[in-house]
C-alpha cells in the first residue's frame, strides 16, 4: 500500500535530488528519496546487530572489511539500477556528479 508524504528539504538538498532525476537515473525525486531511505534503514539495522563493545578483558570481534560491506548494500540494489549506470562513468564522474567534463 502506497500511502503519500510530504517532505520538506532545506533548498540545498533539493537542488541535488532534482540533480540526481536531471541525470536519468532515477524517474523521479520520490525514487531518489526512497533509496536513500532503504540505505539508511539498512545502516540502522546493521548497526543494530552489531555487538557492543567487549568488556574488560575479552577482546572485541573485528570488523567486517568494507568490500563486505560494500557486498551487502548493493546486493538489494536491482540489475537494472546498474545497467542504467553511464558505461564512461568512472572517467567522467565530475561530469555526472558536477557537470563539468574531463578534457580527453
Known amino acids: 500500500m502506497e500511502t503519500s508524504m510530504t517532505?520538506?528539504?532545506?533548498?540545498?538538498?533539493?537542488?541535488?535530488i532534482q540533480?540526481?532525476?536531471?541525470?536519468g537515473r532515477y524517474a523521479s525525486p520520490a525514487d531518489v528519496v526512497t533509496e536513500?531511505?532503504?540505505s539508511f534503514l539498512r545502516q540502522q539495522k546493521l548497526d543494530q546487530?552489531?555487538?557492543?563493545p567487549a568488556s574488560e578483558g575479552e577482546t572485541a570481534p573485528p570488523h567486517?572489511?568494507?568490500?563486505?560491506?560494500?557486498?551487502?548494500?548493493?546486493?538489494?540494489?536491482p540489475e537494472e539500477?546498474?545497467?542504467a549506470l553511464p558505461t564512461d562513468l568512472s572517467e567522467q564522474h565530475d561530469h555526472y556528479i558536477y557537470g563539468v567534463r574531463r578534457n580527453a
Open 7 to 16: 517532505i520538506h528539504f532545506p533548498e540545498d538538498l533539493e537542488s541535488s
Open 36 to 38: 536513500a531511505v532503504r
Open 19 to 23: 540533480a540526481v532525476v536531471r541525470c
Open 64 to 77: 567486517k572489511p568494507i568490500w563486505e560491506k560494500i557486498l551487502e548494500i548493493s546486493a538489494d540494489v
Open 81 to 83: 539500477a546498474w545497467d
Open 49 to 52: 546487530t552489531e555487538p557492543t
